[in-house]
């Protein structure tokens, strides 16, 4: 079956698993196994040079972990896939990979926390030349990248504010000088926005969050050019930052559900921004649905949805979010974000708490925020929930 020929919700379901399995079995064996026996010596090291398809050990390929690969690769319309064992994982293999000594990368100052501490910290300990621009100034990020890079690195929407790159614009600067255009998808997940077709080279995702969808896995994937990916995959076999059965499983069964749980919470989350947009206590709503929001255009033209996360400030201080977060109930308070049930926040404590006080406030994010993850609940029950922590602030 050709799944390319399918809509996404299909290929979310039958990706990767249309051969029949082990006796018959209709879910993918978890198959934790290390290493693979042969009786024959010259097939044994025909598979083991790559000259035959085969698994020799698993820190390399292995077969629960090769259905998640090829899930990603048919929804991301990839020509090739790999793994990792967490997003950061798939994110520090991929930069490590192109970006040697005396390179350049040009990418945002609002990147991922754990993305921007590789770029911060220690890229420019291996002498990586680093670039980060106001992350919606796409005139200064054009203008950076014809000075010549070699690696573009974008994220949107960013995290935690919602800010909206153009992939399309960026790519093209990119392509110009040559550049390789990364794109780390974790918010959109590929139901939302694929950055391959808007002219990215490779896209990346934590796992850990949308695609498993239920908090009990973690994970990372890289999808894109063979060539690219398979430069990845070398370094990674070697890293050894590499994805087991058992996750591999989870984060592929809970992919099965990935419309379902993205439709409704694309829904619910644009109910939410609005209703938290005309609330009295809320000062500032960062939703990319909402018409307001100043990426609202480039956002309806490359995806599809505006996605599940969603930030906003109280009018107030830290002290009023200290108040306000735990007088809620249908939330955990906690790091992480895209599960079933929501999650919230303040970037101090979640995404960004790696970095310090001044790093934050240099990337515009305001100790007073909180980050929203919607989950799959009744959204009524949502607002209901938010409305009554937000009438018992004074
Ligand atoms: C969580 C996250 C990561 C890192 O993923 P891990 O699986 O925690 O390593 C990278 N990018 C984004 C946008 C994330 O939300």
Redesign the pocket.
């Known amino acids: 079956m050709d799944l390319s020929e399918q809509k996404i919700g299909t290929a979310t379901v039958w990706g990767g698993e249309t051969e029949r399995f082990l006796k018959g079995a209709v879910t993918s064996p978890i198959v934790n196994s290390v290493a693979f026996a042969y009786d024959d010596l010259d097939e044994w090291h025909a598979v083991a040079t790559g000259k035959a398809e085969g698994y020799i050990y698993s820190r390399n390929t292995n077969p629960t972990v090769a259905v998640l690969e090829e899930k990603i690769r048919i929804l991301e319309s990839a020509e090739a896939a790999t793994s ?8 520090s293999n991929t930069l490590f990979s192109f970006l040697t000594p005396g390179k350049r990368v040009v990418s945002l100052k609002d ?5 921007s501490r590789l770029f911060l910290d220690f890229l420019p300990k291996y002498n990586v030349n680093v670039t980060l621009c106001d992350t919606t100034d796409h005139e200064q990020l054009e203008a950076e990248i014809a000075k010549g890079c070699d690696v573009v690195y974008l ?1 949107t929407p ?2 935690p504010t919602l800010k909206i790159v153009d992939i399309k614009r960026l790519s093209a600067a990119a392509k110009k000088v040559g550049a390789i255009v990364a794109v ?1 998808n ?2 959109a997940t590929p139901i939302n926005q694929n950055p391959l077709k808007l002219g990215a080279d490779l896209v ?6 949308f695609l498993n969808g239920h908090s009990d896995a ?3 994937l890289l999808a894109g050019k063979k060539e690219l990916v398979e430069k990845v995959f070398q370094f990674r076999e070697i890293n050894g930052a590499s994805l087991q059965a058992d996750p591999a499983y989870m984060i592929a069964r809970g992919m099965k559900t990935l419309e379902l749980r993205i439709e409704r919470q694309n829904a619910s989350a644009l109910k939410i921004a609005r209703f938290l947009k005309a609330h009295p206590k809320v000062s500032d709503v960062f939703y990319p649905g909402l018409e307001t929001h100043p990426g609202h255009d480039i956002a309806k033209a490359q995806m599809s949805g505006f996605g599940g996360m969603m930030s906003f400030s109280l009018n107030g201080t830290y002290e009023d979010v200290k108040k306000f977060l735990p007088k809620l109930k249908l939330v955990h308070l906690a790091a ?3 599960s079933v049930s929501t999650l919230a926040g303040p970037p101090r404590t979640t ?1 960004h708490v790696e970095l310090t006080e001044e790093q934050r406030a240099h990337l515009g994010i305001p100790e007073s925020l909180i980050r929203y993850s919607v989950g799959i609940e009744n959204v009524e029950d949502l607002m209901a929930d938010l409305g009554q922590a937000l009438d018992s602030l004074s």
């Open positions: 990792f064992a967490t997003g950061m994982g798939a994110i990147t991922y926390g754990g993305a994220e960013t995290n780390d974790t918010f990346i995702h934590s796992a850990t969050k973690m994970g990372g992480s974000l895209g995404s």
